[in-house]
C-alpha cells in the first residue's frame, strides 16, 4: 500500500510558466513533510519540513504548502536551472522508528 | 564539515562478487539512513541506526546485505554474491535526531552489477 503518491510522474514547463506539483498521503500520526530536489546521478537535497496543516515554506521560486491529506509544491516562473526530480517523504511513526518514506518523484523540465 | 560523505562514488563489479560502502555521516547526527534507489524510483529504506544500534531492516535487505556502524560513526553496507538485480544507487543520509528533523542525503555510490 502506497503512503506517498506524487503527480504528475513527469511535468512540462516553459520558462516562466507557474505550476504546482502534488504529494498526497495516506497515514496517520504524521511527524513530519518533506520536499526534496534531486539532480540526475546525485543524492537528493533537502528543501523544507512542513509539519502541520496550513503551514507554509519559501524559497527562491519554491513554495511549499500543507493540508491534513497532500502537500503542494508551487513554482513560480520556473527557470531552466529549476529542472530536478522533486521527491516528497512523510515522517510516521509505526512503531516509533519515524523512518522517512518517499514517493516516486516529479520529474520537472523547464524549456528555455 | 562538508555534509555526508560516500565512497566510493561508482562501483563496477562481476555478479557473485562482494562489496562495500561506506558513509560519513553529518558529525554530530545521531541517527543513519541506507536507501536504494532505481531509475524513476524513490528511495526505498533498507535500514537505520540509532547511534551504533541497528534498529530496524526493510524486508528489501536480504541475507546478502548486512550493515555495521561501529561506535556510531561511520558506517558501511556489505552485499555479499552480487546480483545483477543489486544494481542500483545506494544513498545514505543522516539526521540530528529521531522525529521531526530532516535526513540530508550523501551523493550516493552507482553500483553496477556485469
Known amino acids: 500500500e502506497d503512503q506517498v503518491t506524487q503527480s504528475p510522474e513527469a511535468l512540462r514547463l516553459q520558462e516562466g510558466e507557474s505550476s504546482s506539483l502534488n504529494c498526497s498521503y495516506t497515514v496517520s500520526g504524521l511527524r513530519g513533510l518533506f520536499w526534496y530536489r534531486q539532480d540526475p546521478g546525485k543524492g537528493p537535497e533537502f528543501l523544507f519540513t512542513l509539519y502541520s496543516a496550513g503551514e507554509e515554506k519559501e524559497k527562491e521560486r519554491l513554495k511549499a504548502t500543507l493540508t491534513k491529506k497532500e502537500s503542494f509544491l508551487h513554482i513560480t516562473a520556473p527557470k531552466p536551472e529549476d529542472s530536478a526530480t522533486y521527491l516528497c517523504a512523510v515522517q510516521v511513526r509505526p512503531g516509533g522508528s519515524y523512518i522517512p518514506t518517499f514517493g516516486r518523484g516529479t520529474s520537472l523540465i523547464v524549456h528555455p | 564539515d562538508t555534509g555526508v560523505s560516500q565512497n566510493p562514488r561508482h562501483k563496477i563489479t562481476k555478479r557473485g562478487q562482494n562489496v562495500t560502502f561506506r558513509c560519513d555521516p553529518i558529525s554530530e547526527h545521531n541517527r543513519l539512513y541506507w536507501y536504494r534507489q532505481t531509475l524513476g524510483q524513490g528511495p526505498e529504506f533498507l535500514t537505520y541506526?540509532?547511534?551504533?544500534?541497528?534498529?530496524?531492516k526493510s524486508r528489501l535487505l536480504s541475507d546478502r546485505f548486512s550493515a555495521e556502524r561501529p561506535k556510531g560513526s561511520f558506517s558501511t553496507l556489505e552485499i555479499q554474491r552480487t546480483e545483477q538485480g543489486d544494481s542500483a544507487m545506494y544513498l545514505c543520509?543522516?539526521?540530528?535526531?529521531?522525529?521531526?528533523?530532516?535526513?540530508?542525503f550523501g551523493q550516493g555510490t552507482r553500483l553496477t552489477v556485469v
Open positions: 541506526f540509532q547511534n551504533e544500534a541497528q534498529l530496524e
Open positions: 543520509a543522516s539526521s540530528l535526531q529521531e522525529g521531526g528533523t530532516e535526513a540530508f
